[in-house]
Structure formats: C-alpha cells, structure tokens
Nanobody
Framework: QVQLVESGGGLVQAGGSLRLSCVASGRTFSSYYMGWFRRAPGKEREFVAAIGRTGEEETFYADSVKDRFAISRDNAKNTVYLQMISLKPEDTAVYYC???????????????????WGQGTQVTVSS
C-alpha cells in the first residue's frame, strides 16, 4: 500500500488561505484515487474533497467547501494538494489525505473505500 504524509497545516485568520500537500510513496501513485477528509474537535471525520486518478476533470467536493477549496494532483510528484481559500473558523480540524484503489470507482466520498491514510495535519482558523 501507499504511504501518505501531509503537510501545510497551521494557524490562519478567518478569510485567509492555506495549501495542504500530501506526498505518497510506495506503489504507483497514479493508480489511486485520492481524498481529503477532516475531523473537527468533538465530531466524526468527514469527507472534504476527492479526485480521480487522472486529475482535475474528476473532482468532487462537500457542499460546505465547494467554491472555496480545490483539490488537485501532480502524478509526476506523487502529490495531492488541497488549496483552501476564504477559510472559516468552522474549517478548523485535523485534515487527512487518503488513497483508494477499488476497481470501478473513479473517486468516492466513502471512507471505507480508502485503504491508506496519512497521519493528519492541523488547520486552525481564528475568528
């Protein structure tokens, strides 16, 4: 399985921006669809964004982040990104990237269909 390491989290004021990165090692990165999830304090982990194996034409977002977040990938660098703008205090969470390779799925919001997870990176948005 692929190993994932996130980076780019931090403390930002409301309205600010951050870009998260997730670098993969191990099996061929381009064979995986990728997702970003987050867990806010006291809440369950939730879906944020997903991208298919080939790139930006295959993306999907949670309604709460649509038009503010953008997921992208660079298969040559084994990296998936999450660009976040217009951040809100409710975006505060630990953000996780995940990789999945279920046959027949272009991407998915279902956590059960991801096989590898990173350790997470903290994003804190102050009001």
């Amino acid at each position: 399985q692929v190993q994932l390491v996130e980076s780019g989290g931090g403390l930002v004021q409301a309205g600010g921006s951050l870009r998260l990165s997730c670098v993969a090692s191990g099996r061929t990165f381009s064979s995986y669809y990728m997702g970003w999830f987050r867990r806010a304090p006291g809440k369950e982990r939730e879906f944020v964004a997903a991208i298919g194996r080939t790139g930006e034409e295959e993306t999907f977002y949670a309604d709460s982040v649509k038009d503010r977040f953008a997921i992208s990938r660079d298969n040559a660098k084994n990296t998936v990104y999450l660009q976040m703008i217009s951040l809100k205090p409710e975006d505060t969470a630990v953000y996780y990237c995940a990789a999945g390779a279920y046959y027949g799925l272009v991407y998915t919001t279902d956590q059960a269909h991801y096989v590898s997870w990173g350790q997470g990176t903290q994003v804190t948005v102050s009001s």
